[in-house]
Structures are given as C-alpha cells and as structure tokens.
C-alpha cells in the first residue's frame, strides 16, 4: 500500500506523457491516489486519456477546463462533486505566455497584452482554481501544489515576462497558504529545474539552458520528471503534514550555485 492510499487528487495541466504533470500523475498513481484530470481542449484530452488508462485510473473523471474561463473551472468542481464527496490534492501545472513573449530581450518583447495574459493563466489560475476547490478541499488534510521555477527570483535569458508571471504566482502560493491554513488545507510550490516538456520547447534557446544547467548543477545533469513526480508525491502526502507555505527545489542543485567554472577551474 502506496503512501498516499485513500488520497483523491485532481490534476490540472497534462499536455502530454513527458509533461512535469504526468510525471506527478505516475507518482500519485504509484503511491496508491485516485486520480481526476482535466484537459484543455479535444486535441489534449486524448493524451489525458491515455495517460488515465495506463496508470488505470477511471477515464470517466476528465474535465475540460480553460482556466482562463471561470464557468468552465467552476463545471469541473461541479461535476467531480457528483462523483467525489471530497477532494484531498489539488495540483496546478499551468503556464502560458504568446510566443513572442519568450524571444529576446525583456524589453522588446514585453506587452500590456503579453503580461496580462502571462500572469491571468500562468499565476491568477492558482486562486482561481483554488477558490473553487475549497469546499472540497477543506477539513481533509488537504494539499494544493503548484509548479514554479528559479526565473521566479533570478533573471533567466528569454523567459522574459514568464519570470514574473512566476514570481507572481510564487507569492499567490503564500497568500494561500497563510489564508488557507485554518481550513486544514496546506499549499507548496516545487521549483523545477529545466526539463525538456512541451511547454519549454516553446522557450528560445531552451537547449542552451538544459546544458547550463547540466554544467552548473552539483550533480552535473538535470532532473527528471519522475524525481520531480516524486517530490510532489511527498508534499501532497500526509509526510509533509508540517509543510505549507515553501518552495522547494527540484533542480539537481541549481539554485545554489552563484558562479560556475569550468572543470579546469577556468
């Protein structure tokens, strides 16, 4: 019996078999969770059920959801509550910013509309869904877990306006967590190191960040979905029952790094 046996967890964000979501859907599923997803559109919802199949999960528990829209997160509450009496993890793996918004410099690439489209999907869609999930969520020892990343706090070149959007989501997780608390609902962000998904290839030069970060990380590679799968596992789980409120880190060491040489210590 896994350690999250009895947890029933809904999923936002799968776009496909190697996105940072599935890599936690395989985690939860492993751990012994009953699992909901939902999926943005008819072209995604094929892959989410797929994904449901193979970890043999209901297929019947897929709701298609534009956080964008709040109708459409409100149906997802609604029609899982006909099927569930409660929800125990609410994980949140969404992010978007218009292409143009990640090439070149900040400055010419930023727009009022870039921005604001940035942070309503990227970070806005945190309390969004989260508000919503509540009356679900509360009294259970619940969790609610988004996705972040070190752009958040350090300038990463291209990621342009989605570091912003993700500081901004950053701070939402606290918000929550301290409003939150009281109703035994316990909110966390992993801060993932770069992974080659669908979402990053969108980002210019994303190949020259994956062999930084495989040059600047203490363990000389990157991450894999699985290990950040694992990590969310935990969080997600009654073994993190003292932890709300944090950032953790899923990067391989990266973060810690201020300066990095060559080997040659050039």
Same mark, same amino acid.
């Given at each position: 019996?896994?350690?999250?046996?009895?947890?029933?967890? /809904?999923? =936002?964000? =799968? %776009?496909?078999?190697?996105?940072?979501? +599935?890599?936690? +859907?395989?985690a939860f599923a492993r751990e012994g969770a009953e699992l909901a997803f939902t999926y943005q559109n008819d072209k995604l919802k094929t892959r989410v059920e797929k994904l449901a199949q193979r970890l043999q999960q209901n297929t019947d528990l897929l709701y298609p959801c534009d956080v964008s829209a709040d109708d459409e997160i409100d149906a997802v509450f609604e029609n899982l509550g006909k099927t569930w009496d409660g929800l125990d993890v609410l994980v949140h793996s969404v992010g978007f910013a218009p292409r143009d918004q990640l090439a070149g410099g900040f400055v010419e690439s930023i727009t009022?509309?870039?921005? @604001?489209?940035s942070h309503d999907i990227s970070a806005y869609s945190l309390a969004a869904l989260s508000k919503a999930a =509540?009356?679900? /969520?509360?009294?259970? *020892? %619940? @969790?609610?877990l988004t996705l972040t990343y070190n752009a958040a706090t350090q300038v990463v070149p291209n990621y342009n306006v989605m570091g912003l959007a993700k500081a901004s989501l950053e701070s939402?997780? &606290?918000?929550? +967590? +301290?409003d939150l608390g009281p109703k035994g609902i316990? !909110? *966390? @962000?992993?801060?993932?190191g770069a992974v080659k998904t669908l979402a990053a290839a969108g980002i210019a030069g994303f190949r020259k960040m994956l062999g930084y970060a495989e040059k600047a990380s203490? /363990? &000389?590679?990157? !991450?894999?979905?699985?290990?950040?799968?694992n990590t969310a596992a935990f969080l997600c789980s009654d073994l993190a029952s003292g932890i709300t409120g944090e950032t953790?880190? !899923?990067d391989a060491g990266v973060n810690i790094m201020g300066m990095v040489f060559d080997e040659d210590g050039s």
């Open positions: 019996m896994g350690f999250m046996a009895g947890k029933r967890a /809904l999923i =936002v964000g =799968v %776009a496909s078999d190697r996105s940072i979501a +599935a890599g936690i +859907a395989e009022r509309e870039g921005f @604001a489209i =509540v009356p679900m /969520l509360e009294g259970r *020892n %619940a @969790a609610i939402c997780m &606290r918000f929550l +967590a +301290a316990r !909110v *966390n @962000a992993i801060s993932a203490p /363990l &000389r590679r990157t !991450v894999t979905i699985e290990e950040i799968g953790t880190f !899923v």
